[in-house]
């Protein structure tokens, strides 16, 4: 078994991508809103290779009580700016290691690489072709409007 070292300046944090299952990593403390962003990406596509998504949306799980039967309750909170961020890890410093900052992610691609994609024509359509591929209306669909009625 492989032992990881411990690194500080670094917190513990349950990565939901996308809705998908948890993925235990540590993540750096004292960054800005993109840094933040930049790095889950990285952790995405160490995890996904070749997966050229980016991630867009950040919330995480803010401790809000705990009910009646025991169990932590949680708020989701959007992060939206560095003071966001700062406050994410503030909140989570009270608890030390022992629980981690569940993060949920969006990840969304870039319009570069959807267009990357995209198969394009070998040469520009002319005004022929493209009226060829319209729809027309049937005649039954085809009626006259006089503009002067009210």
Known sequence: ???VEYQPNTRLAAVYFNGGNANLFRIHE????????????QINRRLNFRDPRMVTDVEYRRPSGISNNGTMLFTHVKLHNNDDVR???????????????????????????ILSCMIRPTRPRTYDEIAALMVRPEEDEVYAVNLSDP
């Open 1 to 3: 078994m492989e032992s």
């Open 30 to 41: 004292q960054v800005s809103l993109s840094d933040l962003k930049q790095q889950l990406t």
């Open 87 to 113: 406050t994410m890890f503030s909140v989570f410093s009270e608890y030390r290691s022992y629980v981690p900052i569940e993060l949920d992610t969006e990840l969304v691609r870039s319009v570069e690489n």
